[in-house]
């Protein structure tokens, strides 16, 4: 049966004041869904008093070429609320980008779009791989941009002259902004309120987001166990690249590359703040993941063994023996007649 909650708390008529954040959001075909949900929800927050929704202190329209729906990578879409115009009826204009890999590409009508309102000084901001967008444009020549450090590989290829920053959640150069994506929505949400409605509005946000605790960084990465306690990003970025090429057959100077340094330098981080170098670290991270696929799957040991990145059997048993002290197949048997780890 639905209960009316209604007596909760009515809202009271909105007051009549000129709304002092405009946003406009161009989400890109297969846009990632949650930094978007993120960065609308916190507007959506800050907009209202209480969790009334609507749309009094903070304003935003999604737009593109047409109001054709636009699909995320998740396969959900969203419908468009207007076509380009005036860029200037805007206090900011938002590109929120998604895979890159993507085979359908944004409408030239978006870059027109974009350096129009560069033209008129409507601040532009790229959000998750937004900014190749605006590289693509020719906006971001000599800037500073905050990318997630998977892709910060590719915009040091694709843009030398873009100057790729990956370890800061919000980048602010001249007339644009950039955020690498992810929970780091909130952080680029928070930023355009403060800087448009005060501090107070946006920590409103904050509060009704993360409740009474808030956010614990650190707790968050011994809980999902992201190697994320190290305080120096290059070391916490190449293990992030690691985890995403963890079945793939990469030499540590490709991770070493991504994060924009040499294999040596990487080789010294890690010994500095892990106690173990690159290869080692990768090795058992490969060596938990086989282990738990040996547990909970019927894999075949030698199909473990490659899907996991190592060269051979051979050479993946002698690891797994060195490391747990067992063979993987005894491991096996043990764990299926006793049902023990």
Not at 229 to 235: A, E, I, Q, S, Y
Request: glycine share 8%; charged share 20%.
């Amino acid at each position: 049966m639905h209960r009316d909650y209604s007596h909760l708390g009515p809202a009271k008529p909105p007051p009549l004041i000129e709304t002092p954040l405009r946003i406009g959001i161009v989400p890109v075909p297969h846009f990632t869904l949650m930094p978007l949900a993120c960065f609308v929800d916190f507007l959506r927050l800050a907009g209202d008093e209480s969790d009334f929704s609507r749309q009094i202190y903070c304003t935003w329209d999604f737009l593109s070429h047409d109001t054709s729906p636009i699909r995320a990578s998740c396969g959900m879409t969203i419908q468009p609320d207007k076509a380009f115009g005036d860029p200037a009826d805007y206090d900011y204009i938002v590109v929120h980008g998604g895979i890159l890999h993507s085979t359908e590409k944004p409408a030239p009508a978006l870059y027109d779009f974009l350096r129009k309102a560069a033209g008129k000084d409507v601040p532009l901001v790229g959000s998750c791989t937004g900014s190749f967008i605006l590289a693509e444009a020719g906006l971001l020549a000599g800037k500073r941009c905050a990318v997630h450090f998977s892709v910060a590989g590719a915009l040091r290829q694709y843009f030398p002259d873009v100057i790729a920053v990956t370890d800061t959640p919000v980048v602010s150069d001249g007339n644009i902004i950039t955020s690498p994506g992810g929970l780091a929505a909130i952080n680029l949400a928070m930023f355009l309120v403060a800087q448009a409605c005060g501090e107070s509005r946006a920590h409103k946000a904050v509060h009704y987001l993360l409740g009474d605790h808030g956010f614990d960084r650190t707790k968050a990465a011994e809980e999902f166990d992201l190697g994320l306690k190290c305080g120096d990003r290059r070391v916490v970025n190449a293990i992030g690249i690691m985890r995403q090429k963890m079945y793939e057959l990469c030499p540590i100077s490709d991770i070493a590359a991504s994060i924009g340094t040499s294999e040596r330098e990487l080789s010294r981080l890690f010994r500095k703040h892990l106690q173990v170098s690159p290869a080692r670290y990768w090795r058992q991270m490969r060596l938990k993941a086989a282990k738990w696929m040996l547990l909970n799957s019927d894999r075949s040991i030698a199909q473990i063994a490659y899907e996991c990145g190592f060269t051979d059997c051979a050479h993946f048993i002698h690891w797994f023996r060195r490391s747990y002290h067992v063979t993987p197949a005894r491991l096996r048997r043990s764990h299926r007649l006793f049902g023990v780890r």
